[in-house]
């Protein structure tokens, strides 16, 4: 008998990512529609963007690596 259930504990993290990234895609969306001065969706957009910059001066080339990464991961 286990104590820990791996596969729950697995299941629940991999849920818990799903609804997460869609909710920064969803307010990524809303921010980019109605721009920065919306109140809670418009500093993810302002967050977002300043971490593309701290990647470089060239955000679109850390977006695609991003974009890499992630689909790596989902494998």
């Given at each position: 008998?286990?104590i820990f259930?791996?596969?729950?504990?697995?299941?629940?993290?991999?849920?818990?990512t799903?609804?997460?990234?869609?909710?920064?895609?969803i307010s990524?969306?809303?921010?980019?529609?109605?721009?920065?001065?919306t109140?809670?969706f418009?500093?993810?957009?302002?967050n977002?963007?300043e971490v593309?910059?701290?990647?470089g001066?060239?955000?679109?080339?850390?977006?695609?690596?991003?974009?890499?990464?992630?689909?790596?991961?989902k494998?």
């Open positions: 008998m286990e259930k791996f596969k729950k504990i697995r299941k629940f993290l991999y849920k818990s799903e609804v997460l990234g869609l909710f920064i895609a990524l969306l809303i921010g980019l529609i109605f721009g920065p001065e109140p809670v418009g500093n993810v957009l302002s977002f963007s593309m910059n701290l990647f001066e060239n955000g679109l080339l850390a977006l695609a690596s991003l974009i890499i990464i992630f689909a790596i991961l494998k």
